[in-house]
Protein backbone atom coordinates (compact mmCIF):
# COMPACT_ATOMS: atom_id res chain seq x y z
CA UNK A 1 0.00 0.00 0.00
CA UNK A 2 1.50 3.16 -0.92
CA UNK A 3 0.58 6.60 -1.27
CA UNK A 4 2.21 10.39 -2.48
CA UNK A 5 4.01 11.94 0.32
CA UNK A 6 1.70 14.96 -0.30
CA UNK A 7 -1.29 13.43 -0.26
CA UNK A 8 -3.16 12.76 3.13
CA UNK A 9 -2.98 9.08 4.72
CA UNK A 10 -6.34 7.45 3.64
CA UNK A 11 -8.28 5.43 6.57
CA UNK A 12 -6.65 2.31 4.86
CA UNK A 13 -3.10 3.64 4.72
CA UNK A 14 -4.02 4.53 8.57
CA UNK A 15 -4.88 1.54 9.59
CA UNK A 16 -1.75 -0.14 7.50
CA UNK A 17 0.28 2.25 9.15
CA UNK A 18 -0.79 1.85 13.07
CA UNK A 19 -0.46 -2.28 12.20
CA UNK A 20 3.18 -1.67 10.84
CA UNK A 21 1.85 -3.25 7.51
CA UNK A 22 2.62 -0.77 5.14
CA UNK A 23 6.09 -1.30 2.58
CA UNK A 24 9.34 0.10 3.84
CA UNK A 25 9.30 2.84 1.25
CA UNK A 26 5.70 4.03 2.04
CA UNK A 27 6.02 3.53 5.87
CA UNK A 28 9.04 6.27 5.70
CA UNK A 29 6.64 8.39 3.01
CA UNK A 30 3.81 8.28 6.00
CA UNK A 31 6.68 9.10 8.77
CA UNK A 32 7.73 12.27 6.38
CA UNK A 33 4.00 13.49 5.89
CA UNK A 34 3.36 12.50 9.78
CA UNK A 35 6.01 14.92 10.61
CA UNK A 36 4.57 17.77 8.89
CA UNK A 37 0.89 16.86 8.90
CA UNK A 38 -0.83 17.37 12.65
CA UNK A 39 -4.48 16.07 10.90
CA UNK A 40 -3.34 12.80 9.58
CA UNK A 41 -0.97 12.72 12.79
CA UNK A 42 -4.09 12.94 14.94
CA UNK A 43 -5.85 10.12 12.84
CA UNK A 44 -2.96 8.08 13.60
CA UNK A 45 -2.86 8.60 17.28
CA UNK A 46 -6.63 7.93 17.51
CA UNK A 47 -6.53 4.46 15.22
CA UNK A 48 -3.21 3.69 17.40
CA UNK A 49 -5.82 4.26 21.00
CA UNK A 50 -8.92 2.10 19.18
CA UNK A 51 -6.00 -0.48 18.53
CA UNK A 52 -5.33 -0.69 22.01
CA UNK A 53 -8.59 -0.47 23.48
CA UNK A 54 -9.71 -3.36 21.17
CA UNK A 55 -6.94 -5.59 22.18
CA UNK A 56 -7.84 -4.41 25.66
CA UNK A 57 -11.62 -5.38 25.08
CA UNK A 58 -10.42 -9.24 23.21
CA UNK A 59 -8.70 -9.77 26.40
CA UNK A 60 -11.59 -9.21 28.97
CA UNK A 61 -14.30 -10.02 26.90
CA UNK A 62 -14.56 -13.67 24.43
CA UNK A 63 -15.57 -13.41 20.74
CA UNK A 64 -17.67 -15.87 19.70
CA UNK A 65 -16.36 -18.46 17.28
CA UNK A 66 -18.82 -17.76 14.60
CA UNK A 67 -18.18 -14.10 14.87
CA UNK A 68 -14.89 -14.42 14.26
CA UNK A 69 -15.53 -16.57 11.80
CA UNK A 70 -17.25 -14.10 9.85
CA UNK A 71 -15.10 -11.35 10.55
CA UNK A 72 -12.18 -12.99 9.22
CA UNK A 73 -13.31 -12.93 5.75
CA UNK A 74 -14.27 -9.45 5.37
CA UNK A 75 -10.93 -8.58 4.06
CA UNK A 76 -10.83 -11.69 1.69
CA UNK A 77 -14.99 -11.45 0.28
CA UNK A 78 -15.44 -9.57 -3.26
CA UNK A 79 -19.49 -8.53 -3.60
CA UNK A 80 -19.91 -8.79 -7.08
CA UNK A 81 -22.94 -6.58 -8.27
CA UNK A 82 -22.63 -7.37 -12.23
CA UNK A 83 -25.49 -9.40 -11.43
CA UNK A 84 -27.48 -7.00 -9.54
CA UNK A 85 -30.59 -4.49 -11.00
CA UNK A 86 -30.29 -0.77 -9.60
CA UNK A 87 -33.16 0.56 -8.36
CA UNK A 88 -33.87 3.96 -10.46
CA UNK A 89 -34.12 6.99 -7.72
CA UNK A 90 -36.76 9.21 -7.30
CA UNK A 91 -35.52 11.29 -10.51
CA UNK A 92 -36.04 7.75 -12.79
CA UNK A 93 -31.82 7.15 -12.85
Known amino acids: MGFASTEHL ?50 EFGVPDSLRAQLSQIPTQEIDLRGTTRRPNRWGR
Open 10 to 59: NPEAVVAYVDNELSRQAAARADAHLALCHDCSREVAAQARARSMLQTCRN
